[in-house]
């Protein structure tokens, strides 16, 4: 069971006064496992809430969630449409396909409906996962870290939320519609499984979601002094291209299209961290005689 941090200091000091040091580490080590292992029964217990609510409701979260942006009604393509009209380029109107979907396997479809009720339940569950992990890392924090890092939860949540929507609502429109009307011969019909797009759909998605953690991994790697703006700046060209890596393994082919609508939020969101990190670095040297640079 989770314990305060006074509980666990008088445990220590208990434990001092009887065991050998090698025993000291052993039985604070086994401590912070049992803490552990009770914050991650936690998070999978919500996570299976979530899902069991789901599950009940699978047939509404496959034909209007999972297969939205398969439909030629989904509300991006209409609000392109709409854009294409305005500004005189018909080619937006991205409502010329016509995909349906194979299950090869006898067992896929049963599974499947498992598989799309754990991952709902995990993005609903998602500010309860990361409090139960936040409650077992705050307790060895000082208090000058713990007032540096207060909001945390609200913002990896919110930044986690904004991340799936710009997946799906940008990201998996554009990958249907691109893999559907492509072809290198007509003699070859586009038969795509199920399991295939599942795949894709939580890559740009969850992927994209936990990817946008960025700012706030930065903000708290700054506040409590492991990082600095100067050193987000002599790195940008090696983030840029750890970042083109991660988008490549997230964008489900390799086409340039593809890659750059995840790669450029993801490098501004970069910027952005090195924006936040020089705010919150002179924030925290106010009244010493280092400056930050501006940034650029």
């Known amino acids: ?37 009770w914050h991650i029964i936690r998070s999978l217990i919500a996570i299976i809430i979530g899902s069991i609510i789901v599950g009940f409701n699978i047939t509404f979260v496959v034909d209007r969630i999972f297969m939205g ?17 305005w500004i005189h380029i018909p080619d937006l109107c991205m409502n010329n396909f016509n995909l ?32 139960e992990l936040w409650k077992f890392v705050r307790p060895a924090l000082s208090e000058k870290e713990k007032r540096g890092t207060a909001g945390v939860i609200a913002w990896i949540s919110i930044l986690f939320f904004i991340g799936v929507a710009f997946g799906y609502y940008i990201l998996t429109p554009f990958m249907v519609y691109f ?46 002094g492991i990082l600095t703006p100067k050193t987000l700046k002599n790195i940008r060209k090696f983030a840029f291209v750890v970042i083109l890596i991660l988008a490549a393994i997230i964008t489900p082919s390799t086409d340039p ?40």
């Not at 942006?69 to 609000?79: A, L, N, R, S």
């Not at 593809?258 to 910027?271: F, R, W």
């Not at 924006?275 to 940034?295: A, D, H, P, T």
């Open 1 to 37: 069971m989770a314990e305060t941090q006074s509980e666990r200091r008088s445990v220590f000091q208990r434990i001092r006064g009887k065991a050998s040091p090698n025993e000291q580490a052993e039985m604070t080590f086994i401590d912070h496992l049992e803490e552990l292992r």
């Open 69 to 85: 942006p398969v439909h030629k009604e989904f509300i991006t393509y209409k609000w392109l449409c709409q854009i294409g009209n």
């Open 100 to 131: 349906r979907f194979q299950s090869n396997a006898m067992t896929e479809q049963f599974l499947m409906t498992f598989t799309i009720a754990f991952t709902a339940g995990f993005i609903v569950a998602f500010p309860y996962v990361f409090w």
């Open 179 to 224: 893999y559907s009307t492509y072809t290198i011969s007509p003699l070859i019909d586009f038969k795509p499984t199920i399991s295939d797009y599942f795949e894709n759909l939580v890559y740009l998605t969850v992927g994209i979601g936990l990817l946008f953690q960025l700012p706030v991994v930065v903000m708290l790697l700054t506040r409590v």
């Open 257 to 296: 299209f593809s890659l750059a609508l995840v790669t450029i939020p993801l490098y501004g969101l970069y910027e952005f961290s090195i924006f936040l990190s020089v705010r919150i670095y002179k924030r925290n040297n106010k009244g010493e005689e280092e400056e930050v640079e501006e940034w650029s």
